[in-house]
């Protein structure tokens, strides 16, 4: 069965560094999300990455995507303390009698001044 | 568009008894998912909905979890006869189709006393 992993589990880091979470998954898939998830809140999608090789960018975060390597990055630039959250990726699984995302066990992310 | 739309958005029981939730999907979303998140985990697949057929239903559904979607509208998630490891916060997501985006609602959180 497909198993994803993130590392680092917990992340705190100061404000203006730079930081990267790994997303690690186990089989084939070609479509990963990556959500954030506030306290007591429910999941905000960020990203979606379709192929390898794929880039994507928003704000202060970038993630990327390595099928081959079944490696997905989501890499933070000069941290402010308005990210703080937790991050998923999930990998999707879809075949004809299945049709379900796969998430890793998140990525806790605290930024202090 | 409002989004995904969970009733309630907590719920206290003793164990033993039966609970009702609800999701309203996004309008004109044809897929319809529910998840259950614990406490430091990534949510984990239940089920899913094709308009009104459930297509596929995850181990973590046991016989006392039954899950609706009459006139491929809302759904409603029952358990029946609660136990305290049902508590956790169920999550309802919705898609236009396959393969794209699923947006979640904020949750039910269920406490199981």
């Known amino acids: 069965e497909l198993k994803v992993e993130q590392n680092p589990l917990f992340l705190s880091m100061q404000e203006g560094k730079n930081y990267t979470i790994y997303c690690n998954y186990s089989t084939t898939s070609d479509r990963l999300y990556w959500y954030r998830q506030d306290p007591g809140k429910s999941l905000e999608s960020l990203f979606v990455?379709?192929?390898?090789?794929a880039v994507k960018q928003e704000g202060r975060l970038m993630a990327s995507l390595d099928t081959k390597a079944r490696l997905s990055t989501l890499h933070i630039t000069a941290a402010v303390h308005d990210l703080s959250a937790t991050y998923f990726c999930a990998v999707e699984v879809l075949s004809y009698n299945t049709d379900k995302l796969i998430f890793g066990t998140g990525t806790r992310l605290q930024v202090f001044p | 568009d409002t989004g995904v739309s969970q009733d309630p958005r907590h719920k206290i029981t003793k164990r033993g008894q039966n609970v009702t939730f609800r999701c309203d999907p996004i309008s004109e979303h044809n897929r319809l998912y529910w998840y259950r998140q614990t406490l430091g985990q990534g949510p984990e697949f239940l089920t899913y909905f094709q308009n009104e057929a459930q297509l596929e239903k995850s181990r973590l559904l046991s016989d006392r979890f039954s899950a609706e979607r009459p006139k491929g509208s809302f759904s409603t998630l029952e358990i029946q006869r609660t136990e305290q490891g049902d508590s956790a916060m169920y999550l309802c997501?919705?898609?236009?189709?396959?393969?794209?985006?699923?947006?979640f609602g904020a949750g039910t959180r269920l406490s199981v006393l």
């Open positions: 997501a919705s898609s236009f189709a396959p393969r794209d985006t699923q947006y």
């Open positions: 990455l379709l192929s390898n090789g």
